[in-house]
């Protein structure tokens, strides 16, 4: 078989999983099924069939997000082409394939959302080498999932009737109940999962056919793309100006060599928390449970808790718990969740972005408690990580050590801190906190001053690419 190149694609926002899920933590980052979280997940999945490092497109923010998720497993080291803005998936799969082509290659190219769930794996691994000869021989294939009841939240493909890959007649949108329905009994209606499996040029060939456009600027921001080590930079210029479209308007609904093939994966988008709840293990009241929760006389529901919640006399619901904000929700309601995000948004509010812990490259801080002139934050460092090099012009700051080695540097002074030692950072110094051990760093943070915005720091270097 040609060599065989996972596309993971890790652009996605997540909202309809808020409160859990954030656009600056979405949910493919969540270990929202097991232990791994989505995109390990599905590195797992694929990993037996890959012939190479998977090439991983995401958002520029979750750059060191999504590295740090697939070293913690063990997988190679991947390419991770960053996204400036969003344009949806046709630009995406376009930047991956110029990518597996500049290796001087034409793999097949294996593209799979990163928070999808499938329960079996090797029936996925099975229908990907059943196909992979048809892809070869130049097909575009998609994979449909076989429905099961007549859902109105997918997309649907409408193929020949037969066994095995069919050609594709048509893609339609998401239909109303009983439109869904005549699908179902109509028998060669699939879901549409948004894999797919292509060689890198066939790809490329189709998309100049019908969208030159989109071609034309994401080879325009490959070609002048900003490599840092395994991060693929696309120009920010060239990539605003394509199009933004997906591969299925883009592609698929328009070329002749459109195939499907229908698979029984249990296969799950994870699209909301009732869609959670189907693919969850659930007790015999048919609840699903994730943290401390207490459930009396409830039926359905589904909750998730990071301190305990309890549960009573209540049926089919859904509660989410985090530190900052809590989700109540009719299951047969929670797509409107997007709504309550849409309203974050427009006022502004941190809880749209954010975690009440945010996660930096080096490590992460919880902001415990704040007032008007202060604010105290728990900080976490890895071994070997660092901060930039920094100074704030309206804040002061207290360290105290909890666990680890702190090496702290003050303007001309450079020292090291240990468990139960403190050390004061004066308005305008500049400084920097590394962990020159083995184990986490831990400390607390009191800030002190007239404005303690996260936008009150001046680098002045940084081994993340992030001075001023």
Known sequence: MTLLQPVLLSGGSGTRLWPLSREA???????LVGDDTMVQATWRRVAPLAS??????????????????????????PAIILEPVGRNTAPAIAAAALQALAGGQDPLLLVLPSD???????????????VAAVAEAGALVTFGILPDAPETGFGYIQSEQGTGPQKVLRFVEKPDQATAQSY??????????GMFLFRASRYLEELRKYRPDIVDAVTRAFDSAQRDGDFIRLDKEAFTASPADSIDYAVMEKTADAMVLPVDIGWNDVGSWSALWDVAEHDADGNSHHGDVIAVDTRNSYAYAQRLVALVGVDDIVVVETD????????????????????LKEQQRSQAVLHREVHRPWGSYDSVDMGTRHQVKRIKVKPGAQ???QSHKHRAEHWIIVKGIARVTRDNDVFELFENQSTYIPIGAKHRLEN????WLELVEVQSGAYLGEDDIVRYSDIYGRSN
């Open 25 to 31: 933590y979405p949910k493919q980052f969540l270990p």
């Open 52 to 77: 190479a490092a998977p090439i991983i497109v995401a958002n520029e923010e979750h750059r060191f997000l999504v590295a740090e998720q697939l070293r913690q497993i063990g997988a190679p080291v």
């Open 116 to 130: 999808h769930v499938v329960r079996d794996p090797d029936a996925f691994r099975n229908a990907v080498a059943e």
């Open 184 to 193: 179902l009994a109509a028998g060669n209606y699939y879901w549409n999962s």
């Open 324 to 343: 900052d904000a809590v989700l109540v929700a009719r299951k047969d309601k929670v797509q409107e969740v997007k709504q309550v995000v849409a309203r």
């Open 387 to 389: 901060l930039s090099l």
């Open 436 to 439: 020159p051990g083995t184990e």
